[in-house]
């Protein structure tokens, strides 16, 4: 098939290759020139295990092509994918510019039937807006679909992600656009759940929510563990084995970041409020989150007591690892923090350090105090504690003896639980985790 995917970014860029894998011939479009002109040029924007070969791959077989010409991709290809991205406006709705504007473009640019597909995660009823905002920019009597198709891949496995979907969800209101999107996506032999385009934009925002409320109910439960001494991951793991909780997201920690949760639980409760309905509980998600982030600070107050002159060792930026993603991360809150309480930080990332270092650049008396280390040793070096902000794999597996030897005080405060407290303490450390106890 002949697809264009708008918006280039996380989601579209993925999507464009892998649908260019399975074989289709896809155009992948930004209105960012730099990242196209980039992306002709074989540099990915943005880390992503295994992206950079498979965009490469599919440029050289000729089914993989950039530009940053709305109306050529239009003018090409029969199903459009609108994978913009749908920030958070200051009153916490979704901001839903950049949809509009393709919409507009695609209307204007339609040379015959097309089938408009919403990726981006939107509020209920976007669907309806697309579909009147073409009508109203359309220049002759054309036929076309709208059609909702949400992503729920995850940075850092996004490929094998989208290759294999736990489901892949259609929202559609005409047999062509259904049997579209269904032949299109036939070559992934995955359960697919096909509903109307409302029930569909539901689908996403209603299993975000369901995700950080899973978070922030263990971080809740965290909390209460350090208060009598228990171990939150056992809490998780006797809760977990029941299949009707399951074990995922139940990890205690300084909170969930990222693009997606933070922006996706404000425009529900904002949805929610505007169609009439107070969404309490994801209010409380959102307090209880915000909260994690000062408890993981508190820990470090209270254990290093005055924070002015002293060095906080940071291992991790991005807000989950795998991915160079550190669109609200807790760990910037926390550097944030503890700059502004006078402390010099030393950090580390596998992947971010570019990312962060630009974001940071905002915050000048923040990064005055901030330094860019090699490694996780470096890191360590002179530092009077060490905090754990991202629970990248190669964190898990460092020489203690080493870090003992190059902290000047022997304290880990653990903002992942990816440590064992037993260990670290038996080897002279003073281990500080999120719900393990002793907090
Ligand atoms: P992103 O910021 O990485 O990418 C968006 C891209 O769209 C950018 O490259 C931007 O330049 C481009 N763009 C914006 N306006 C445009 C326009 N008018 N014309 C052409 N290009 C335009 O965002 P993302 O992380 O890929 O997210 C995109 C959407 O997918 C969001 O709605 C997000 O909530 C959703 N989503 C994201 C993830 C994720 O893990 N990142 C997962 C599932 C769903």
């Known amino acids: 098939m002949n697809i264009s995917i708008i918006g280039s970014g996380y989601v579209g860029l993925v999507t464009g290759a892998c649908f260019a894998e399975l074989g289709n011939k896809v155009i992948c479009v930004d209105n960012d020139n730099k990242k196209i002109e980039d992306l ?12 950079k070969e498979l ?7 000729k089914r993989l092509i950039f530009t940053s010409s709305i109306k050529d991709a239009v003018k090409e290809s029969e199903v459009i994918f609108i994978a913009v991205g749908t920030p958070t406006l200051n009153n916490g709705e979704a901001d839903l510019t950049g949809i509009e504007n393709v919409a507009r473009n695609i209307a204007i640019n339609m040379t015959g039937y097309r089938l408009i597909v919403e990726k981006s995660t939107v509020p209920v009823e976007t669907g309806e807006w697309v579909k009147h905002t073409i009508l109203n920019y359309i220049k002759h009597k054309i036929k076309f679909d709208v059609a909702s198709n949400p992503e729920f891949l995850r940075e850092g496995s996004a490929i094998n992600d989208f290759m294999h979907p736990d489901r892949i969800v259609i929202g559609v209101e005409s047999k062509k656009a259904r049997d ?5 996506y036939k070559p992934l032999n995955a359960s697919l759940v096909i509903t109307n385009i409302k029930s569909a934009e539901l689908i996403k925002h209603a299993s975000n929510a369901y995700l950080a409320t899973k978070i922030s109910f263990i971080n809740a439960i965290s909390k209460i563990c350090d208060k009598v001494d228990a171990d939150v991951l056992e809490v998780a793991q006797g809760m977990g084995l029941d299949q009707r909780i399951g074990l995922s997201f139940l990890n205690a ?5 990222g693009s997606c949760f933070p922006k996706d639980l404000d425009a529900f409760i904002t949805i929610s409020e505007k169609l009439g309905y107070n969404f309490e509980l994801l209010k409380a998600v959102k307090n209880i989150n915000e909260e994690q982030k ?7 107050k209270d254990n290093l007591w005055i924070l002015k002159d002293k060095t906080i060792g940071v291992l991790g930026l991005s807000f989950k690892p795998n991915t160079d993603d550190i669109r609200n991360a807790s760990s910037l809150n926390i550097i944030k923090a503890l700059g502004l309480e006078g402390a010099r930080i030393r950090v580390y990332d596998p992947q971010a350090i570019q990312k962060a270092k630009e974001a940071l650049q905002k915050d000048k008396p923040v990064v005055a105090g901030v330094k860019f280390c090699k490694d996780s040793y470096e890191v360590c070096r002179g530092s009077d504690c060490l905090l754990i ?4 794999n190669e964190f898990k ?3 203690f003896v080493k870090v003992k030897k190059l902290l000047k005080r022997p304290l880990i405060i653990d903002g992942r639980n990816i440590y064992d407290p037993k260990m ?11 719900g393990r106890g002793n907090g």
């Open 40 to 51: 002709k040029k074989g540099i990915i924007p943005i880390y992503e295990p295994g992206l």
């Open 55 to 61: 965009v490469a791959n599919n440029t050289k077989k």
């Open 180 to 184: 579209k999107l269904v032949n299109l």
């Open 253 to 257: 920690g300084a909170g969930y970041g």
């Open 294 to 300: 000062n408890y993981v600070l508190k820990k470090i």
């Open 389 to 392: 902000a991202t629970e990248w």
């Open 397 to 399: 597996e460092l020489d």
């Open 424 to 434: 670290l303490k038996k080897l002279g450390f003073t281990y500080i985790g999120v």
